[in-house]
């Protein structure tokens, strides 16, 4: 089932070293890219119908194309590795294993959108990561890749590399623009949008790790080839991270549109021995999660995810078996969306602190149902009322988990304690 | 006037002025969308969430009021039932974590959360969980007490120190609800405007070490009036109260919106001249050294000035247009020279780009408009000759000196017509008490040569004399406003079309030759 499009170069020792890299065909589009027209470029992205891998899933040709024509400002490229959503574990792959991928797909990009000045936003806590990254970064300067005339073409490429501080918020895109320019990490209010008025008041892209690190493939290969994965809206491939009670956690590259159980099952190793599926989180901890039954219908792609009432999200699947008590998920579940809520907006500064002290107090066995009816209904209260969906990447999933499993809510308030472990 | 469009509220027909957002544009016409962390002076933020209103068939179909601009055919939803819910929840919100301490607050009486409670809310609360705890009474400087339980984030004060003074004292810290303003440590408020971060908070969360505790706010009388602290001549509130039993009492000033002259905003400064009002405030007359009642003062003056050879009379840069001409037409008619010389007053340097002016007195333009001299060599040749001097509010021991003025009471008869105990009143052979500026009406000019006027905001138990009234008594024509008014409609070239009694709120600007305020 698997495919290595984007996992091409994981197994090979030392592939985020230039030289064994390009041993291996890094950078070897360039030679293509720069005989193309920059709107060439674009018209093949989109028609691959590469999709944002971050988790919202818009069309990355189309976000490029939003950008303002005759401009007299300058365009910046923001790559978001921000990677900090529970159980995704994609692009820091990416960024340790092939990160001369991704600054081949920055070149691609800044070709298409003419654009000098590249961050790369890389999560504070991937300190690792950015030394290897950095090297990387480095090395394409030492080999002419990035800098002054990059590539040997008369065109300036400079990517920087600019380290978060620990923040979740700081991965939604304008909070993310609002931390490079040295401010706190709050989303702003859109409109205007990044295209139009990002980083420094410029048109700015943002684009996840695994978007820009799928380009040198589309390019090399057609877009064709890489619709020849996946579903007619779904194409190409995604890195899934498989993690929670199954046999075989781990990264797998997989095309899109497999069913959900069969990967599991095959690629996964399954349930552990004697355990029963009690749900799964399709892709990230933001998802609303899958019962049993749904996850029997669901196949990883963006419709399938959204028929069932779901997101796609990062590829980040959590396998819940029966041992996992779903009330303290909840609970470790709003504890990490109230800690990280920037604090802007009255309705999630505020309502997720409620809200995980309410699950907190039913965990206490001191719980009624009314306490039930209340999360709820705070759910509702405090979805998109907000700048950015922070709020509603807790609300979403809490709100599935409280209709999904209420039994397991009021076994608590019937009886204390519940008589199943944590996860 | 601003282009004016159309857009329906409610599904009823407004028009608005264009350009504005949302809260501005409807809000002119009456309809109040809440908002908590919108002002005009400090723009949208858009973190209270409370001006969420619908647009139909609009992208997105919600939105904040303070951020969107109002645009023609705009269908905005605000009395939906969406929207109501929508507002009661984000109160709920807001005061899920607040202290709910009104009853020793200060903001009680005049606080956005109470009001919009009331308004917006109403429910009973539902928390039946711990609280978040913060800090209380923390001191920011500058006299700015702050209590983080009962902010509610909206970051106006913290905007305020960015946009307006520029001066980024503060600065919300942490996230979620561990979030907090706070100052950097050891780097207090240090500006001079930084007590209109009380007037900005919605609730209670800063508030004026100078005010909190002395009075609620719904027994505050709140009258309009000019701050005299400087030539910016501000517009105020003057804040008072009479409690039974005792005299009016000014508590605060607060600035009054007016675009032409303060926006907003006042200094720090000036709000707290109110004590000047209150304290060191002359009321019995002394003759010759002794306290003597109002008539026999008036008397003795008046013998004084009979017996004179050589009078000058010094007239305060802060006495009224009215009070101004009325002291040049007596002088005048006395043959005494007038002199306005009161370089005291101005204190060089301490003036800044915004609202602070050198001069400290607020009518000098008043003096230059009435041709009164005000130079130092025209006082200095009338009173080397003079052997009477009358100062009319004029403390000249701010310019002269102590020394000199003590010299001078020496060689002549020196008496004072004033509202303040100083120095020179002090000295004087002869005192006349009279009203200060929040106890009578009058008419200034401000640096800007900005005309406005101002009226009686305190009633004291025993009213003091005005000016005009006392140099009335003393042998002047001048015997009102109203008298003074037509004077210096005739008197004043500058004026001659100004009609006094309708001068506008805003002031009326003295900028071009032909100013005129009279209907056509």
Same mark, same amino acid.
């Given at each position: ?53 971050? *988790? ?119 909070? @993310? @623009? ?57 194409? *190409?491939?995604?890195?899934? *991270? ?182 | ?18 350009? $504005? ?13 809440? +908002?908590?962390?919108? +002002? ?17 068939? =609009? ?76 800090? $209380? ?5 500058? /006299?700015?007490? +702050? ?23 503060? /600065? ?17 408020? %240090? ?168 001069? $400290? ?9 009435? =041709?009164?001299?005000?130079? $130092? ?26 020394? %000199? ?22 000295? %004087? ?92």
């Amino acid at each position: 089932m698997e495919v290595k499009i984007l996992s091409a170069k994981f197994d090979i020792e030392g592939a985020h070293n230039i030289e064994v890299a390009k041993e291996h065909g890094a950078y070897a589009t360039l030679d293509k890219l720069f005989t193309m027209d920059p709107a060439e470029v674009t018209t093949i992205v989109k028609d691959s119908g590469l999709r944002g891998r971050g *988790g919202a899933g818009f069309p990355a040709g189309l976000k490029w194309s939003f950008l303002p024509k005759d401009l007299d400002k300058p365009v910046y490229l923001c790559v978001n590795s921000d990677e900090s959503e529970p159980a995704t574990f994609k692009d820091r792959y990416i960024l340790v294993r092939d990160p001369h991928m991704l600054i081949e797909g920055i070149i691609i990009c800044c070709y298409a959108i003419n654009c000098q000045d590249t961050y790369i936003y890389i999560r504070g806590e991937y300190t690792s990561q950015v030394k290897i990254l950095q090297a990387a970064i480095d090395e394409a300067y030492a080999a002419g890749y990035l800098g002054e005339k990059a590539c040997g073409q008369d065109f300036r490429i400079d990517v920087t590399v600019h380290r978060g501080a620990g923040a979740y918020v700081c991965g939604e895109e304008t909070a @993310l @623009l609002e931390s490079i320019e040295g401010k706190k990490g709050q989303p702003r209010s859109k409109p205007p949008f990044p295209a139009v008025e990002g980083l420094y008041g410029c048109p700015t892209i943002i684009n996840n790790v695994q978007t820009i690190a799928s380009l040198p493939f589309i390019l090399a290969q057609g877009a064709d080839a890489y619709k020849a994965h996946g579903t007619e809206k779904s194409s *190409g491939t995604h890195l899934f *991270g498989i993690s929670g009670l199954v046999q075989k956690p781990g990264m797998y590259e997989l095309p899109l549109g497999l069913p959900l159980l069969e990967v599991l099952d095959k690629v996964a190793g399954g349930l552990r021995e004697g355990r029963t599926l009690k749900g799964v989180i399709p892709g990230g901890s933001s998802t609303p999660v899958l019962t049993p039954e749904e996850a029997q219908t669901v196949t990883l792609d963006y419709e399938s995810m959204a028929e069932h009432n779901t997101m796609f999200g990062s590829g980040g699947i959590v396998v819940l078996d029966d041992t996992v008590d779903i009330v303290k998920l909840v609970e470790n579940l709003i504890y990490f969306y109230h800690h990280e809520s920037c604090g802007q907006c009255t309705p999630c500064r505020e309502g997720l602190g409620w809200m995980l002290k309410i699950v907190k107090k039913i965990i206490r066995g001191e719980g009624s149902t009314k306490d039930i009816d209340l999360l709820l209904e705070l759910c509702d209260n405090i979805e998109m009322k907000t700048v950015c969906v922070l709020s509603a990447a807790c609300t979403m999933p809490v709100r599935s988990y409280l209709n999904k499993f209420r039994h397991e809510f009021e076994a608590y308030v019937a009886g204390g304690a519940s008589s199943q472990s944590a996860m | 006037m601003a282009e004016k469009i159309k857009l329906f509220v409610n599904g009823q027909e407004v028009e608005v002025e264009s350009g $504005k957002n949302l809260v501005d544009a409807i809000g002119a016409v009456g309809i109040e969308i809440p +908002h908590l962390c919108y +002002h005009p002076a400090l723009g949208a933020d858009g973190n209270c969430r409370m001006c969420l209103v619908g647009i139909e068939d =609009g992208r997105p179909p919600l939105v904040p009021a303070c951020k969107t601009r109002a645009v023609e055919g705009m269908k905005v939803q605000l009395d939906t039932d969406k929207i109501r819910k929508i507002q009661r929840d984000v109160m709920e919100f807001e005061l899920v974590n607040h202290p709910v301490d009104c009853p020793v607050c200060d903001q009680a009486g005049e606080c956005k959360l109470q009001d919009y409670y009331m308004q917006y809310d109403g429910q009973k609360s539902r928390m039946s969980v711990p609280q978040v705890r913060k800090a $209380k009474h923390l001191d920011f400087g500058c /006299g700015v007490i +702050h209590d983080q339980e009962r902010c509610i984030l909206c970051a106006r004060c913290v905007r305020f120190t960015r946009m307006i003074t520029k001066t980024g004292e503060l /600065g919300i810290v942490n996230r979620t609800d561990y979030a907090r303003v706070t100052i950097f440590p050891g780097r207090p408020l %240090a500006n001079r405007y930084a007590l209109n971060v009380v007037d900005l908070c919605p609730v209670g969360a800063m508030t004026s070490q100078d005010f909190r505790f002395k009075q609620r706010a719904w027994f505050l009388t709140k009258s309009k009036s000019i701050c005299h602290g400087c030539a910016k001549g501000c517009n105020i509130f003057i804040d008072h109260n009479r409690e039974k039993y005792k005299d009016d009492i000014i508590y605060r000033f607060r600035p009054r919106l007016n675009e032409q002259i303060n926006g907003y905003f006042m200094c720090d400064e000036g709000r707290m001249s109110y004590k000047l009002e209150n304290e060191q405030r002359l009321t019995k007359p002394v003759l010759n050294g002794k306290v003597a009642d109002f008539g026999t003062t008036v008397e003795g003056i008046r013998r004084a000035l009979s017996q004179a050879q050589k009078m000058l009379f010094v007239v305060s840069p802060n006495c009224s247009l009215e009070e101004m001409r009325a002291i040049q037409q007596f002088a005048a008619s006395q043959n005494a020279t007038l002199s306005g010389y009161s370089d005291g007053y101005i204190k060089q340097g301490d003036g800044d780009d915004y609202l602070i002016q050198d001069d $400290k007195s607020a009518n000098r333009a008043g003096l230059e408009l009435l =041709g009164i001299d005000s130079s $130092k060599t025209g006082f200095e040749t009338a009173v080397a000759e003079a052997d009477l001097l009358i100062s009319f509010q004029n403390d000249l021991t701010r310019t002269l000196g102590a020394e %000199a003025c003590n010299q001078l009471k020496e060689r002549m008869v020196l008496i004072s017509i004033g509202s303040h105990e100083d120095s020179l009143t002090q000295m %004087a052979a002869i005192m006349l008490p009279v009203a200060s500026y929040s106890e009578k009406d009058g008419t200034i000019v401000n640096a800007d040569r900005i005309l406005q006027r101002y009226a009686v905001a305190v009633e004291k138990n025993a009213p003091p004399v005005t000016l005009i009234q006392a140099v009335a008594q003393l042998g002047g024509e001048i015997t009102s406003l109203e008298s003074a008014w037509d004077d210096l409609n005739t008197v004043v070239a500058g004026l001659n079309k100004v009609d006094f009694a309708q001068i506008p709120e805003q002031g009326l600007a003295l900028t071009d030759s032909e100013v005129s305020n009279v209907a056509a």
